[in-house]
């Protein structure tokens, strides 16, 4: 058994190493992550120019890409076997409701889900420093192992938030949809040192629909929250309303 690990902190974070050591233990690894932090790339790929990709002293593989070309990169010819399971993680922080659609730890596990691999992407739910990034891999480690017994459906990734406290104060799992945040906080306006206006982005908006049932529900009451995505976008129960307003004909 093959596992590719990759994640959108970069190489050298805490929480690949941990993953990449517990995973370890049950198959073979390959870890091919970005260079730096690249958090909130989402499933963006470089197109404008050639990837750099270095082996570093470990066996880690840094790209110098977002985590969607590392993914990429390693599954259609970097690693000369091929891997069955793509692993993205242990994130260093939270990816909760909508954060998935800006998650680079996400579009990591899409893009091996994309290629044809049952993905993964796990998360710690911490608001400060991580502190229990051992307490996360054992939990990808008991679901690796669960996977095995009932494998995913080929359209499906799942989203794993872990509650940053110690395994034994961890209640179970609970199978949650997405919870849904308020609207992201204003751009901070400034100027650099040649007067020149300057925006960072704001942070992410607080809770919104975060009741029971939800991925931000069960992390409040320390469970692991496992949210199963899918892939395919489609909005099925509008297409007969859409079609419906729809001209048989182009008139303009």
Not at 61 to 79: F, N, Q, R, Y
Not at 149 to 160: E, F, H, K, Q, S
């Amino acid at each position: 058994m093959r596992i590719l690990i990759s994640n959108d902190d970069g190489y050298s974070a805490q929480g690949i190493v941990h993953l990449a050591r517990a995973l370890g233990k049950c198959a073979e690894v390959h870890v091919v992550a970005p260079e730096r932090n690249r958090s909130g790339a989402s499933n963006s790929l470089t197109l404008d120019r050639p990837l750099h990709a270095n082996t570093m002293e470990n066996g880690f593989i840094k790209v110098d890409g977002t985590p969607t070309d590392c993914v990429h990169l390693a599954i259609t010819g970097l690693l000369v076997d091929e891997p069955n399971m793509v692993f993205a993680g242990i994130n260093h922080g939270a990816n909760l409701g909508d954060d998935v659609l800006y998650s680079g730890t996400v579009a990591a596990a899409t893009e091996g889900r994309f290629l044809g691999l049952p993905a993964v992407a796990i998360s710690l739910a911490s608001i400060d420093t991580p502190k229990h990034m051992d307490a996360a891999a054992a939990i990808a480690v008991d679901l690796f192992n669960k996977i095995q017994r009932a494998p995913l459906p080929p359209d499906t990734i799942l989203n794993v938030n872990v509650p940053d406290v110690p395994l034994a104060e961890m209640r179970g799992y609970k199978s949650v949809r997405l919870g849904q945040r308020h609207k992201s906080e204003p751009v901070l306006k400034s100027t650099d040192p040649r007067g020149q206006e300057i925006y960072w982005v704001g942070p992410a908006g607080p809770e919104q629909d975060a009741g029971p049932g939800t991925d931000f529900h069960a992390i409040r009451a320390n469970y692991v929250s496992v949210t199963p995505l899918q892939i395919d976008l489609t909005r099925y129960e509008t297409l007969t309303a859409v079609g419906q307003w729809l001209p048989t004909e182009i008139t303009a």
